[in-house]
């Protein structure tokens, strides 16, 4: 089986994204199937690239954005990436001769491989990750309903009708997709896991990281991630006066940077947390685990919305692989993954007092700690690994290519 993938972008970036498509690249040679990868214009914006590039292990063909001013208009501007993608995509085939072409969101990367599968006569899978428009409302960069809104959803709802085979990372997505009208047997969830050989459990508590920010002999509740709305980090530095009233020796610990830090910034000092709360920036990604070292609770507060209802995250699953003990807010993409009180701990989504009860709560039962984390990883390393997940695609493959060896 050969394998054409059409993505956004890929490694060397760092995000969820690229993380899932090298895992599903690496299972997918493991089986010995072929694959090849093509990023589209957007991978590296404005910049010039090579016209391939190897990043650990994989060749990526990168795709030239066009030298336009249609790039930066609204509409015209996402048919030059689709015009662009496709010729690249129809090349790139034509060289490398794949079974089948398989794009993964946005819309724009299906147009573009619906288009190409129709000039070469190959099938088309499309999966989706995330609803992009949904993503775009919580960055403050669209409106739900409105017109750009709209379109975006109009152009994947087009994709997914003439797709040959859809996939999607969970339930709350294949819901969502059935309600447009998209035929049950023609949707398979591949969802989201962690390759748990590469998240072991974190190790004894780094003494450098803990002398240099004031942490030692301090219960340290920590978020590493991006800063995005979404994620609620408001409610929880909202919740630092009483975590503190409670147990003074609390600190929060926000890693990290993105849309909403300056925001953040501004909260702890209307607070006067500025004692309490440490927030380091963005730290290279080597030094991540040592920050994960020092930390009792990760917590991931995300706020109830459609992006958050419907899709599943990867942080609680790489949480459970590294044993780390974390308390998550109880929108559907959470609980899609965590099993309350068994593989990690949840709380009402957007509720201030519910966070401060259920974290201290966790602080005061340490002893239930052990089995929590245990669950966790047993449930990532028979339940949720990758090799579970991509089998998944065996027999969508099978369908579009029947008769070629899997």
Known sequence: MHVLHVLDHSIPLQSGYTFRTRAILNEQRALGWKTTQVTGPKHNPGKSVPATEQVDGLEFYRCQGA???????????????????????IEVARKEKPDVIHAHSPALNGVAAIRAGRALGLPVVYEIR?????????????????????????????????ADEVTCICEGIRQDLIARGIAPQKITIVPNAV??????????????????????????????????AYEGLDLLVAAMPRLLAARPDIRLLLVGGGQVTEEIKQQIAQLGLQDSVIMTGRVPYEEVEGYYSVTDVLVYPR???????????????????????????DVGGHKELVRDGVTGTLFKADNLDDLVKSLLDLLDREESWPAIREAGRDFVENERNWVNSVANLKPVYQRLVPGENQ
């Open 67 to 89: 030298e336009s001013l249609l790039e930066k208009l609204p509409v015209l501007g996402q048919w030059s990436v689709i015009s662009v993608l496709t010729k690249r995509l």
């Open 130 to 162: 995330g609803f992009w428009e949904d993503a775009a409302v919580s960055h403050g960069t669209s409106a739900e309903g409105g017109l750009r809104y709209r379109l975006t959803r109009a152009m994947e709802t087009w994709v997914l009708k003439r």
């Open 195 to 228: 390759d748990a050989s590469r998240f072991q459990p974190v190790g004894d508590r780094n003494p450098e990281i803990e002398q240099r920010l004031n942490l030692t002999g301090k219960k340290v509740i920590a978020f590493i991630g991006s800063f995005y």
């Open 303 to 329: 706020k109830s919305m459609r992006l958050t209802d419907l899709v599943t995250p990867l942080k609680p699953l790489e949480a459970m692989a590294q044993k780390s003990m974390f308390l998550a807010s």
